[in-house]
């Protein structure tokens, strides 16, 4: 390879780059978020969210959650549910795989968890171990509060589902 041909393929690399560094730079401005896109992964969000669907993200500081009660209140829909879907490192913890589930209900510390069956809220028997969200996935039989996480914290949540894509990231689940 001449010199000439590396100069134009280092323009190439530093061009692509730069159009990688604008367009995250703009999906970070914009939502406030990273990530700001995340391909579902799992099954527990159908029929609303399918495996392989691409979901844009906003962070939670830049809009209200509303939880599944108060959407049913308010006759608010997202993903043809009531309530915000949201995206939460479980237990707070960053090493594990980021989950993404429907918001049902705000409790406090000693509160019974409310489960989703159909389109009903019961109470289990489950306590609340803080004050936080109680999340279920669409497909769920049961909430992820007491099995999967505690209640979640606002500072866990990454993200709230505002935009899909379906079935983009299906080939990027193919790799992972």
Known sequence: ????????????????????????????????????????????????????????????????IITYVEGVEKGYKSFGNYGDVIVYKPNGKGNRTPIIHRVLAYVHKGDNIPVRVGNSIYLTKNIASKDGYITQGDHNPIPDQPYVSEPVQKDWIIGVAKFRIPYVGYFRLIFS
């Open 1 to 64: 390879m001449d010199r000439s041909s590396l100069i134009n393929l280092g323009k190439d690399v530093l061009s692509t780059l730069i159009i990688v560094g604008v367009i995250v730079g703009l999906g970070i401005l914009l939502t406030g978020t990273w990530p700001f896109m995340v391909a579902v992964e799992s099954g527990s969000m159908e029929p609303n969210m399918h495996r392989g669907d691409v979901i844009f993200l906003v962070s939670p500081d830049r809009v209200s």
